[in-house]
């Protein structure tokens, strides 16, 4: 029997773990340059967190979730987004009495069945974040800086920001039966999937990706049309902003994402060659999402990226990714005598923080030294008998092809401090 990743997951090799490491690290740079701090949350959730929050009439819930029930007969649900555990999180630990809003910032991992696809995994990971108790459009505006930053910040400048309002409780429900009125009138030209939406869920009609669809999407009634004087207000607020803040972004009213409990501002952020599951990154506001889960009324906004996508996207760009830190030193013996003191040697590089390897197996002097060439080490130390004998060591550049002969305790004095 062969096992194999289960389809739509993917292992993490040595080899891809820098780009990992490197958006890590420049998300939480940026994350903790606008103060948000760090949340992780369960894998898993109570099934109802998601159906009440994502919306049953969503996709999510009825074909992607992974629902199953425990040994203690509860029905659980493995993560498909960030938004509703960090929601719940604020309301178990009375985050509403800390000052407002609360930032928070999170690494985790999403599951969706989904037909996978480049980009799209049944596992995947996101990272997102999520302020919690402030309305005013310039938290918005904040929010939305944070995701440009962070892409600026991982040298993918070649994106395109996109902005919409969607309304909210008084307004959009005007707005579905005028979109709704529209799309009946194109009923045989919409694809299998949004017929059934078309009752459900007319929103979702403007972000399908299905050809023509689209087509009948860029000519539908726009969603900032019927804005209500309370989401005019905070609509021309933010843009307002946004454009101080020089954020180079564009109106998009075809833009709507894909859960019910976005509210007023949505955004996303694409590379220019846009295609069906392009999107790196997006979010938008949720004003009703904490008291639809039981709490008072608390306004929230925020967004996640994927880092399966970011780390395509760089690829893509050829941005500069730095490597990950990897032995300087490759020690090698020569002499089964000399095979303790490499050791002892190797040793004591480690502990003075100092990358080092000890070479493989019995393999001869050249062998050993196209071990440091495939390893990409880019210097060998070579012990053998006289150099113990001599309280020496041999350096040797294997890039240079050059090598010399150090006293021991000098060469670990220099190795050590540097």
């Not at 289960?6 to 080899?15: F, H, I, Q, V």
């Not at 954020?247 to 694409?270: A, M, N, S, W």
Request: proline content about 6%; glycine content about 12%.
């Amino acid at each position: 029997m062969v096992f194999r990743a289960p389809r739509g997951t993917a292992d993490r090799l040595p080899d891809e773990q820098k780009y990992w490491r490197f958006i890590e690290a420049r998300a939480v740079g940026v994350a903790g340059r606008f103060g948000y701090g760090r949340i992780d949350t369960p894998a898993f959730e109570d099934s109802n967190l998601f159906v009440r929050s994502v919306g049953e009439g969503t996709d999510i819930v009825e074909k992607e979730m992974y629902t199953f029930e425990d040994r203690g007969g509860d029905s659980v649900t493995l993560r498909p987004e960030g938004t509703a555990p960090v929601c719940r999180a604020y309301l178990e630990h009375g985050m509403h009495n800390l000052p407002q809003p609360v930032r928070m910032y999170y690494f985790c991992p999403v599951f969706r069945y989904e037909r996978p696809q480049a980009g799209r995994f049944r596992q995947h990971h996101q990272f997102g974040v999520e302020a919690l108790g402030d309305a005013d459009p310039s938290v918005d505006a904040e929010v939305i800086e944070v995701a440009w930053e962070l892409m600026g910040s991982l040298g993918l400048r070649d994106v395109n920001l996109l902005v919409n309002s969607i309304g909210d409780g008084d307004c959009r429900p005007a707005y579905v039966e005028r979109l709704r009125d529209y799309y009946a009138g194109h009923q045989p030209r919409l694809c299998p999937d949004c017929r059934e939406r078309l009752e459900r869920n007319p929103l979702r009609l403007l972000d399908c990706k299905v050809e023509t669809c689209r087509a009948l999407g860029d000519e539908a009634p726009r969603s900032t049309d019927y804005l209500c004087d309370g989401c005019r207000e905070h609509w021309d607020k933010l843009a307002g902003y946004l454009d101080v803040m020089g954020l180079p972004y564009t109106v998009d009213h075809r833009l709507v994402r894909g859960l019910d409990y976005y509210t007023r501002t949505v955004f996303e952020i694409q590379p220019p060659d846009a295609g069906g599951q392009s999107t790196i990154c997006g979010g938008g506001r949720y004003d009703g999402l904490v008291a639809q889960l039981g709490g008072r009324p608390t306004p929230g906004i925020g967004f996640a990226t994927g880092i399966e996508r970011l780390t395509l996207n760089l690829k893509r760009s050829e941005a500069p990714v730095p490597d990950e830190p990897s032995p300087r030193y490759l020690v090698a013996n020569v002499g089964e005598n000399a095979r303790t003191a490499a050791l002892e040697l190797a040793v004591k590089l480690r502990r003075a923080g100092v990358g080092a390897i000890l070479s493989s197996g019995s393999r001869g002097l050249r062998g050993q030294m196209r071990q440091a060439n495939a390893l990409g080490i880019p210097y060998a130390l070579i012990l053998g008998d006289d150099e113990i004998l001599k309280g020496e060591v041999v350096v040797r550049d294997m890039i240079a092809s050059a090598q010399q002969s150090r006293p021991l305790t000098e060469f670990l004095a220099e190795a050590g401090g540097g």
